[in-house]
């Protein structure tokens, strides 16, 4: 192999490094972007249950109290 063909190679090789690379970690962050949508989503619905569970309680306290 030509002195020339080894050092393409080796240019070559550490390109494709750096866009491996570059795919993982936006391959990554896509991850946590993706994590943190659920768990919002997730806690949302729960304090909105939370929030609706109040308002029945309130409901029939006042209904019991009237």
């Not at 936006?26 to 249950?49: C, G, N, P, V, Y």
């Amino acid at each position: 192999m030509s002195k020339a063909r080894q050092l393409a190679e080796i240019a070559f090789s550490k390109t494709q490094s750096q866009f491996l690379e570059r795919t993982r970690a936006l391959q990554e962050q896509d991850s946590e972007i993706s994590e943190r949508a659920a768990k919002t989503l997730r806690l949302r619905t729960a304090r909105l249950e939370r929030e609706q569970a109040g308002k029945a309680i309130a409901v029939l306290r006042a209904k019991t109290t009237a």
